[in-house]
T-cell receptor, first 111, second 114 residues
């Protein structure tokens, strides 16, 4: 079953912060985050593991609440280059070694 | 070439045509994947190959036929497709087909079925 992402879309001014949420109804081994710019391949941002800790990537960080099967991606002091569609992918316990992706969150950063 | 490459980048075909999509990875990985990305829908996993063996077939119609001749190359053979098959087809690779692996995606093939 696919995870649910929120919001579906968000527009920011450069320098503002944003939070993107990913929620699953299934118990999870891990949550992955990817960003896809228009016409380009999705690019890996980070992975959060069951029993693991919060992982950061420059000004982008994320958390994983194992009890709630939820992950949040935090983008601080956003830059124009952050624009794109953000996907979470979940590895479900009992779901085999595969990623199930959410519908994505479109992020646009403006001047 | 580095990373994951896909050809062609764009393809227009009729419902009676037969065509193939090609993916090549230059990362030394042992697992390769086909995904379908349609507008307003999440990425859908189609097939997984590990060491050239198919380990996952996600209820994909038989008009899509994958082939993995070696660990660096993956093909998707298409025949008698439907207009609803129009989508972006993404290839990805990982070091192995186990958990917790970062997926390396190719740029995709934009397929239009007329």
């Amino acid at each position: 079953q696919q995870p649910v992402q929120s919001p579906q879309a968000v527009i920011l001014r450069e320098g503002e912060d944003a939070v993107i949420n990913c929620s699953s109804s299934k118990a999870l081994y891990s949550v992955h985050w990817y960003r896809q710019k228009h016409g380009e391949a999705p690019v890996f941002l980070m992975i959060l593991l069951k029993g693991g800790e919060q992982k950061g990537h420059d000004k982008i960080s994320a958390s994983f609440n194992e009890k709630k099967q939820q992950s949040s991606l935090y983008l601080t002091a956003s830059q124009l280059s952050y624009s794109g569609t953000y996907f979470c992918g979940t590895e479900q316990i009992g779901g085999g070694n595969k990623l199930t992706f959410g519908t994505g969150t479109q992020l646009k950063v403006e001047l | 070439e580095t990373g994951v490459t896909q050809t062609p980048r764009h393809l227009v075909m009729g419902m009676t045509n037969k065509k193939s999509l090609k993916c090549e990875q230059h990362l030394g990985h042992n697992a390769m994947y086909w995904y379908k990305q349609s507008a307003k829908k999440p990425l859908e996993l189609m097939f997984v190959y590990s060491l050239e063996e198919r380990v996952e077939n996600n209820s994909v119609p038989s008009r899509f036929s994958p082939e993995c001749p070696n660990s660096s190359h993956l093909f998707l053979h298409l025949h008698t497709l439907q207009p609803e098959d129009s989508a972006l087809y993404l290839c990805a690779s990982t070091p192995s087909a186990t958990r917790n692996n970062e997926q390396f995606f190719g740029p995709g093939t934009r397929l239009t079925v007329l």
